[in-house]
């Protein structure tokens, strides 16, 4: 089966195009610039801007594949809140021309949204409200309803605070600054006050391969098990990698000035993830073992 990823550079990306071709899938890895994942068996790169409608006409006419996961993004709330023209088009319009394109060729649709769609009081579940605080958000919303509305067999997958293992060409996570900055004796402040449910990168590529074997419809989240503030994730890092958990000290986020407006209680709720999809994620602290162990 072809299965065709955009945004394969990036820290889902990468661990995604990995995951599906060692699973045999024939994998047609697309994202800007030249490809960072290296060689891979099962796998073409194809740089593709997916604001640019031709080269996705173009590829897509080129490889039909039967499977697109749609996983490109500007992904960072603040910067999509200081730049929203080029947030809409590459977070919405992008979306719109993809969707265009694979009602030609009848692909099966997966889009990469976010927690971000949702406000407060969480874990959410699938059908709770949709309430984006900020503009990353709703960007993600927005392109949620092209792809629910687009009449393609499509599915929509969430994660949460992604982390896993940093590759060869890769920037890493808020996990790997806390271990890079207590393996050098810095102290740091982080967050208390705000929770969420952290995702592993290879449940969630574990997730989206079940997905795919099931050609499933609807929204699933694939986020962690254990609900944890960013403090309690790095002292859980630290304790894990016997770092010295007493430079880390608990702040409110009212400690740092943000642009973009976060969720105190985010978070996935993941039920309908285990019961449909066998989805089996790993806890915090194995996912940090299998990260950085
Ligand atoms: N990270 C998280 O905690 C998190 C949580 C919830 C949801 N998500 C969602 O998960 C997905 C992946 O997130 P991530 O953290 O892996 O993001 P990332 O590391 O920023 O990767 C996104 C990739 O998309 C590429 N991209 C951006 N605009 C593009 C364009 N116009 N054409 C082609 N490629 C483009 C980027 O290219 P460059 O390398 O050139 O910048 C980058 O390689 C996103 O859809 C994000 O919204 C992430």
């Known amino acids: 089966m072809k299965v065709l990823v955009t945004g394969s550079n990036g820290f889902l990306g990468q661990h995604l195009c990995i995951n599906l071709a060692n699973k045999g899938f024939n994998v047609i890895a697309t ?19 997916v604001t640019k409608k031709n080269e996705i006409a173009h590829v897509l006419h080129q490889f039909k594949p039967e499977v697109i996961i749609h996983n490109a993004a500007m992904s960072k709330p603040n910067e999509c809140d200081n730049n929203q023209e080029a947030c809409l088009l590459q977070n919405v319009t992008a979306t719109a021309y993809l969707v265009e394109a694979g009602k030609k060729i009848n692909s099966y ?9 949702f406000g407060e009081n969480g874990p959410h579940s699938e059908d ?17 309803e ?26 890493g996570t808020f996990l790997h600054w806390v271990k890079n900055s207590l393996s050098n004796g810095q102290k740091i402040s982080v967050v208390n006050d705000q929770h ?16 795919i074997e099931q050609q499933v419809s609807g929204d699933f989240h694939l986020a962690g ?27 409110t986020s009212e400690t740092f000035v943000e642009p973009v407006k976060r969720a105190k209680k985010s978070g996935l709720k993941i039920e309908k993830a285990i019961r449909e999809l066998n989805y089996q994620p790993v806890s915090f602290e194995e996912g940090v073992r299998l990260s950085f162990l």
Do not use: W
């Open 31 to 49: 994202s800007r610039g030249s490809n960072k994942i290296g060689h891979l068996v099962n796998t073409q790169f194809q740089a593709v801007d």
């Open 109 to 117: 649709f997966i889009y990469v949204s976010t927690d971000f769609v």
């Open 128 to 144: 709770a409200a949709k309430e984006p605080l900020n503009f990353y958000g709703k960007s993600k919303l927005m392109a949620e």
């Open 146 to 171: 092209i792809v629910t509305t687009s009449g393609l067999k499509y599915a929509i997958m969430r994660p949460v605070f992604i982390y896993g293992k940093q590759l060869a060409n890769m920037k």
């Open 196 to 211: 969420r449910t952290p995702s592993y990168v290879n449940d969630i590529c574990k997730g989206l391969t079940t997905m």
């Open 225 to 251: 098990k254990d609900i944890l503030t960013p403090y309690q994730m790095a002292v859980t890092l630290a304790n894990t990698l016997q770092l010295d958990a007493s430079l880390i000290t608990p702040v």
